[in-house]
Antibody, heavy 122, light 102 residues
Framework: QVQLRESGPGLVKPSETLSLTCVVS?????????WGWIRQPPGKGLEWIGT???????FYNPSLKSRITISLDMSKSQFSLELTSVTAADTAVYYC???????????????WGQGTMVTVSS | EILLTQSPATLSLSPGERATLSCRAS??????LAWYQQKPGQAPILLMY???KRATGIPARFSGSGSGTDFTLTISSLEPKDFAVYYC?????FGGGTKVEI
């Protein structure tokens, strides 16, 4: 059974880079799924950030594209998110997730991590 | 970019009642709509995909329907554990959510 777990600093200073990692267990990332990031500001709805395929190809939300990088390290069974130049608006719970199938990068997510809260504050 | 509008924002019902949640898209989404359930402090759970297909382990009291721009999630008979926030999703867009409360 696939399990995902996010990790990273819970506090990031404004203008700095937010870096999170998602460790995948119970499944080989060599297989055909997209692995993604979603965030949720406190008390608000969900925002799709981006996905990465096992080949390394990525698909980003256009609203965040200039600031995000999603990368993959299959040797460690993990994928990562970097978000640059953060502001208070980037404060959110960040989730990593796996798509149900890999027909295209915008598939629904059927397995989610527990989420990690990241606060942007000086 | 497609916008998804969910209504109502809050739905107040009792256990055993039927819940009908709406998700309206700003343009046709060709049936590729998903629904999630989220409880406080927890990650979302995938309920439905491709508009009307239940995800693994989702009970039959949950059903989805719709086409084009208008979609519905129906919970035929609410159980206490169904009180939560529900989100629709199409591609990289999520709706704003409907809270189903007692």
């Amino acid at each position: 059974q696939v399990q995902l777990r996010e990790s990273g600093p819970g506090l990031v200073k404004p203008s700095e880079t937010l870096s999170l990692t998602c460790v995948v267990s119970g499944y080989s990332m060599n297989s055909a799924y997209y692995w993604g990031w979603i965030r949720q500001p406190p008390g608000k709805g969900l925002e799709w950030i981006g996905t990465i395929y096992h080949t390394g190809s990525t698909f980003y939300n256009p609203s965040l594209k200039s600031r995000i990088t999603i990368s993959l390290d299959m040797s460690k069974s993990q994928f990562s998110l970097e978000l640059t130049s953060v502001t208070a608006a980037d404060t959110a719970v960040y989730y990593c997730a796996k798509t149900r199938v890999a027909v295209q990068p915008l598939e629904p997510f059927d397995v989610w991590g527990q989420g990690t809260m990241v606060t942007v504050s000086s | 970019e497609i916008l998804l509008t969910q209504s109502p924002a809050t739905l107040s019902l009792s256990p055993g009642e039927r819940a009908t949640l709406s998700c309206r898209a700003s343009q046709s989404v060709r049936g590729y709509l998903a629904w999630y359930q989220q409880k406080p402090g927890q990650a979302p759970i995938l309920l439905m995909y491709d508009t009307s297909k239940r995800a693994t382990g989702i009970p039959a009291r949950f059903s989805g329907s719709g086409s084009g721009t208008d979609f519905t999630l129906t919970i035929s008979s609410l159980e206490p554990k169904d009180f939560a926030v529900y989100y629709c999703q199409q591609g990289l867009t999520f709706g704003g959510g409907t809270k189903v409360e007692i």
